[in-house]
Antibody, heavy 120, light 107 residues
Framework: QITLKESGPTLVKPTQTLTLTCTFSGFSLRSTGVGVGWIRQPPGKALEWLALIYWDDDKRYRPSLKSRLTIIKDTSNNQVVLTMTNMDPVDTATYYC????????????WGQGTLVTVSS | DIQMTQSPSSLSASVGDRVTITCRASQSINNYLNWYQQKSGKAPKLLLYVASTLQSGVPSRFSGSGFGTDFTLTISSLQPEDSATYYCQQSYSTPYTFGQGTNLEIK
């Protein structure tokens, strides 16, 4: 079955760079149409899509955050890494990774999420 | 960006009630509309995709409809376990956007 799990620091300081890793199983990012996305959710607020990467290395970013985001895939290790530079307290959120595919572009499998707090 | 507006923001209903949540897109998204259920402290769960297709394992009391800009999620007979926040999401074009959520409480 498909599973995803996010890992990374729980606390980062303002201006630091956040690096999150999504480790998945049950699918391959070599398979046509497959993608992995990142979505975040500030405490008590709505979901916000950040970025995604497809099997063919096509990458999409939220325009308002594009200058701060980088998404890469490590196909051999079944991982997707998201980096976000210049972290600010407003970036405090639970960060989720999720499986998608070009058959409909919906997120059908999600990781459990990881809460990242930005504070000095 | 395509804006997604859900209504109501919150509602309270009784077990057995029929409940409808609406979602409106700021421009046509064909049927690229998905619904998620999120329970407190948990990751979102996909309920329906491309407006009306039920995800595997989701109870048949959930249904969806709509095309273009106006969509609905209907729960035909509310159950206690349906207490959650519901989000719509457009996957027509990036940046993918979510509605602000509808908090559903069971009376």
């Amino acid at each position: 079955q498909i599973t995803l799990k996010e890992s990374g620091p729980t606390l980062v300081k303002p201006t630091q760079t956040l690096t999150l890793t999504c480790t998945f199983s049950g699918f391959s990012l070599r398979s046509t149409g497959v993608g992995v996305g990142w979505i975040r959710q500030p405490p008590g607020k709505a979901l916000e899509w950040l970025a995604l990467i497809y099997w063919d290395d096509d990458k999409r970013y939220r325009p308002s955050l594009k200058s701060r985001l980088t998404i890469i895939k490590d196909t051999s290790n079944n991982q997707v890494v998201l980096t976000m530079t210049n972290m600010d307290p407003v970036d405090t959120a639970t960060y989720y990774c999720a499986h998608t595919h070009t058959g409909g572009y919906y997120f059908d499998y999600w990781g459990q999420g990881t809460l990242v707090t930005v504070s000095s | 960006d395509i804006q997604m507006t859900q209504s109501p923001s919150s509602l309270s209903a009784s077990v057995g009630d029929r409940v409808t949540i609406t979602c409106r897109a700021s421009q046509s998204i064909n049927n690229y509309l998905n619904w998620y259920q999120q329970k407190s402290g948990k990751a979102p769960k996909l309920l329906l995709y491309v407006a009306s297709t039920l995800q595997s394992g989701v109870p048949s009391r959930f249904s969806g409809s709509g095309f273009g800009t106006d969509f609905t999620l209907t729960i035909s007979s509310l159950q206690p376990e349906d207490s959650a926040t519901y989000y719509c999401q457009q996957s027509y074009s990036t940046p993918y956007t979510f509605g602000q959520g509808t908090n559903l409480e069971i009376k």
